[in-house]
């Protein structure tokens, strides 16, 4: 059973940082593209950041300017992003999500591409 636990979620101050960690079970990591989305309040589920098998390999929304980075660590099963310089209009439920490829660059940027999703973690900044 493929499973995708988010951790790392908070309530923090606009400025500040936070490290999301999502870790799969379930599936090979490394044959995995992953990524991550968010949702918020009355809106739709938008990209946030992918990262191929090769962890070279990585893609980000507009709207970060600089701010995120999403990485993995293969010997843990384990992706990350990284959030700086966190914005009030940063406030959402993180999602990651795992897509099986043999393609080594290739990362995916539209949620239909991901099979496995997990359940979400709360990120609150206040202003």
Known sequence: QVQLVESGGGLVQAG???????????RTFTMCAMGWFRQAPGREREFVAAIG??????SYADFEQGRFTISR???????????NSLKPEDTAV????????????SYFSRDVQYAYWGQG???????
Not at 16 to 26: A, E, I, N, V, Y
Not at 121 to 127: A, L, N, Y
């Open 53 to 58: 098998r090769s962890e070279t390999s990585t």
């Open 94 to 105: 993180y999602y990651c999500a795992a897509a099986f490829t043999y393609n080594t660059r």
């Open 16 to 26: 500040d940082s936070l490290r999301l960690s999502c870790t799969l079970s379930g």
């Open 121 to 127: 973690t709360q990120v609150t900044v206040s202003s």
């Open 73 to 83: 660590d293969n010997a843990k099963n384990t992706v990350y992003l990284q959030m």
